[in-house]
């Protein structure tokens, strides 16, 4: 079956062109460089991973509950909409979720390598094309990732959600250089490790928390990365120039906080449009989301320069401007953790089945 055929609907374009603008910069400057970013571009170096080989695809994943969230998690619980529906209805309703959730994961990490490869092009420093570079091999990895598990897995695609879809549009437009980083490692990255980490820390099917986990692990470098880049080059710009930026975010949060909801999947089921977006509205699992969402993009923000006084309204109305003092570095510290810790169990486990059938081989020889 082609992907094409496995989309719940066929893409207007199934090529999306996006007209590029800016100029491709090279730096004859082939000195050290910054020494913190030099030193992640090592870690990245470092820290490149096959996924063939790191995750068990030999993992079995339930087609009909390929995410193993909570039934509380689905936006039609505790509606007479669920109160109506069958095990098997509502088995359907978790594909479809968990189909509509990691496509626009595998959408998204296609925008950030183009977004990457975009930086190693228009950024005026070498040491930060050396890190873009290991940041593009990581997005198509993680890319790489999410389509095998959507397609051997699941079965099924959704197209991109057309917000995220203008959101990475007006990203890429933009001819200013520093607008991939501001757009995919600030809005659409934060975003993305806040969806990560809720199905991360809330799944209890072993696969996907796989995927997560090392995905995330990667994430917290791209982040980093981001925050040293624009919060060197944002001290240089003058008010104006820092009030566009902030505009753009201010645009880009409320896009991403009215218009992720997932609402194709209810129109899928039957539901009209306006009776979808009032049952994704209230939603208590779209509620929490939404808070997390903004735990890593506040503080990020905050970080990098970009802090003026109809940004910081902004927040208040959303009611995530407490977020702001929110310790960027310890979420990233954990993230980093959780994934060597699962590598740890998972290979001490093997190890130890390993030794049994070595130990059993033994004990059957003395036997003969």
């Not at 906080?257 to 009032?278: S, Y």
């Not at 979420?331 to 169990?345: G, H, R, S, V, Y």
């Not at 190890?351 to 033994?362: G, H, K, L, N």
Request: net charge negative.
């Amino acid at each position: 079956m082609t992907t094409e055929e496995m989309y719940t609907r066929t893409p207007d374009d199934m090529n999306w062109q996006v007209p590029a603008t800016g100029a491709a910069r090279f730096s004859w400057e082939y000195d050290d460089g910054r020494e913190r970013l030099l030193a992640l571009y090592q870690k990245g170096k470092d820290k490149q991973w096959d996924s063939a080989l790191r995750i068990d695809w030999d993992l079995e994943v339930d087609p009909l509950d390929p995410l193993g969230v909570p039934d509380e998690a689905m936006t039609l619980y505790g509606t007479p909409y669920w109160d109506k529906m069958t095990e098997r209805d509502k088995g359907e309703l978790r594909k479809h979720y968990g189909s509509w959730q990691f496509s626009q994961f595998l959408h998204g990490e296609q925008g950030a390598m183009v977004c990457a490869a975009r930086i190693v092009e228009s950024v005026p420093d070498l040491d930060a094309k050396f890190y873009s570079a290991t940041q593009t091999m990581d997005e198509a990895r993680h890319a790489e990732i999410y389509s095998r598990f959507l397609n051997d897995k699941i079965g099924m695609l959704y197209p991109i959600n057309d917000n995220l879809q203008s959101l990475l549009g007006d990203t890429l437009r933009d001819s200013r250089w520093d607008m991939p980083y501001l757009g995919m490692q600030v809005l659409i990255e934060g975003l993305a490790l806040a969806a990560f980490g809720m199905l991360r820390d809330t799944t209890d099917k072993p696969l996907p928390k796989q995927i997560l986990a090392y995905v995330m692990q990667d994430e917290a470098r791209h982040v980093a990365f981001g925050r040293m880049a624009l919060r060197d080059y944002y001290q240089q710009l003058s008010d104006k120039e820092l009030r566009e930026r902030e505009e753009f975010v201010i645009e880009g949060c409320y896009l991403m906080r009215d218009r992720l909801r997932g609402t194709e999947v209810l129109e899928n089921f039957g539901i009209p449009a306006a009776e979808a977006n009032e049952l994704s509205e209230r939603s208590e699992y779209l509620q929490l989301f939404r808070q997390l969402l903004f735990s890593r993009i506040v503080p990020c923000v905050k970080d990098i320069g970009l802090w003026g006084e109809r940004l910081q309204r902004a927040y208040v109305d959303m009611g995530v401007f407490e977020m702001g003092d929110s310790n960027l570095d310890l979420l990233m510290q954990q993230d980093e953790e959780i994934a060597e810790k699962l590598d740890a169990e998972r290979f001490a486990a093997e190890e130890a089945e390993r030794t049994a059938e070595v130990e059993d081989a033994i004990a059957q020889g003395a036997q003969d």
